[in-house]
């Protein structure tokens, strides 16, 4: 059954295009989303030819490679969700995408460290509008756990790009140097952008699209503001997703200078990221029986029961890198049962305003992760203690706490039967 055969499909067949199956909507959503985990980890292993190339003296600078990068992608999100609600979906996920593959360009030929920096940050900005677009899309089309189901098999494609970015990014430093992950870079955007063109229907219909005015825009951020189930799984997943971005910051340094990993690096952070891809399977399988409260809470205990046993055995000293990756892939696969339920349930009363929603969600959890990440990050000190005893455990508290926000609503939401929106998609742009 194809994805969009009970809802106009006659449109599709009068432009000239096949309609989308669900399985093909399932994975370009997930191309467009892996944009950003992509860009983000296949430098991983170039930052220390980085810094040679720029004569960077403090290691810890090269995390502004990463941290420059989100901090475009945190902002941008701010101004993607109301572009999409006024001018449909498509227009600014392709111009979004067309930015990141300029941005790429750029990146290839930077003379200097500083414009290196610049291309990060607006290849961040190129793909705010792909995270935004791709949740928005999702919810407009499906609600509550159904839309949870959806976002899961999504994430599980997008969470295998972590798990062989790095070693990707190893590959391509075998045989050309760091300017080569750029090209390469530029080559997938400029692929899932035609993919895009080609294939992806307009999902916001002209009847539901809002106004750009100071007072219409201004409603729509303090209806998702004042919000009790989204402001409080917002802020819950922007905990953790700092926790996440810490690791990120600091993997590099970690595997190469703590265990001495050396090349072998990426192989062991594709084993501990592979814990996310599992959790992304699970889910789809389970959210539809226990629910995505029940999920996600029980999720948030075993993160915070596992970051707390990291830190009392670093403290001890009986941390070896075998526990380590073992206790690590524990968290990771916390982390995939926590998110995309997170993000289900912070947009399940957002219907009516889903980009600025996805706009508004995307930014607060980016930006809280970007605060907790650089902070840890740039405090490592050639040790795990830095990461583990100044973040996980208190993060992890914080975020339960916060996730108890919405627990009224999040109740609700995770009780919702199965049901599609009834969705109309536009004629294509």
Avoid at 32 to 52: E, K, Q, S, V
Avoid at 71 to 93: A, E, H, K, N, Y
Wanted: net charge positive.
């Amino acid at each position: 059954m194809s994805f969009l055969s009970d809802v106009n499909a006659d449109s599709w067949v009068s432009s000239g295009h096949r309609p989308m199956g669900f399985p093909e909507f399932v994975i370009v959503i997930a191309s467009i989303m892996a944009l950003n985990p992509l860009a983000m980890d296949m430098m991983l292993p170039a930052l220390p030819n980085i810094g040679t190339a720029f004569k960077i003296p403090v290691a810890n600078h090269l995390q502004l490679v990463l941290s420059t990068f989100l901090i475009g992608f945190g902002v941008g999100q701010f101004v993607m969700g109301p572009l999409s609600d006024r001018f449909g979906r498509r227009p600014v996920l392709l111009g979004g995408m067309a930015v990141y593959a300029v941005a790429s360009v750029l990146a290839v030929a930077a003379p200097s460290f500083e414009t290196l920096l610049l291309a990060r940050a607006l290849q961040g900005l190129g793909t705010s509008a792909t995270r935004v677009i791709a949740t928005s899309i999702v919810r407009d089309c499906y609600v509550g756990r159904r839309m949870a189901s959806v976002m899961s098999l999504a994430m599980m494609v997008f969470i295998a790009v972590p798990v062989i970015a790095p070693s990707f990014g190893q590959a391509v430093l075998l045989v050309t140097q760091w300017r080569g992950i750029f090209v390469v870079l530029m080559l997938y955007g400029l692929l899932a952008l035609a993919w895009s063109v080609l294939r992806l229907p307009e999902t916001l219909p002209q009847s539901e699209r809002r106004s750009l005015a100071p007072v219409d825009v201004l409603s729509a951020f303090r209806q998702t503001l004042t919000n009790r189930q989204t402001i409080g799984y917002a802020t819950a997943a922007g905990s953790v997703i700092g926790a996440l971005f810490a690791y990120v910051f600091s993997a590099q340094q970690v595997f190469t200078g703590v265990y001495h990993l050396g090349h072998y690096f990426p192989l062991a952070f594709a084993a501990i990221a592979a814990g996310t891809a599992i959790a992304g399977f699970l889910n789809a399988r389970l959210v539809g029986r226990l629910g995505m409260r029940v999920i996600s809470h029980g999720a948030l205990t075993l993160y915070a029961v596992v970051a707390s046993v990291m830190l009392v055995t670093e403290i001890l000293n009986m941390l070896p890198l075998a526990l380590f990756m073992a206790l690590s892939a524990l968290m990771m696969f916390s982390f995939g049962m926590m998110v995309a339920n997170f993000t289900a349930l912070a947009m399940e009363p957002q219907g009516h305003i889903a980009g600025t929603a996805s706009s508004l969600y995307g930014s607060i959890t980016t930006l809280i992760g970007i605060v907790v990440g650089m902070a840890i990050g740039q405090s490592f000190d050639g040790t795990l203690l830095p990461l583990l005893g100044r973040l996980l455990p208190v993060d992890a508290g914080c975020a339960r706490d916060r996730a108890g926000g919405g627990e009224g609503s999040a109740v609700q939401a995770a009780s919702s039967p199965h049901r599609m929106r009834n969705f109309r998609p536009a004629s294509m742009l």
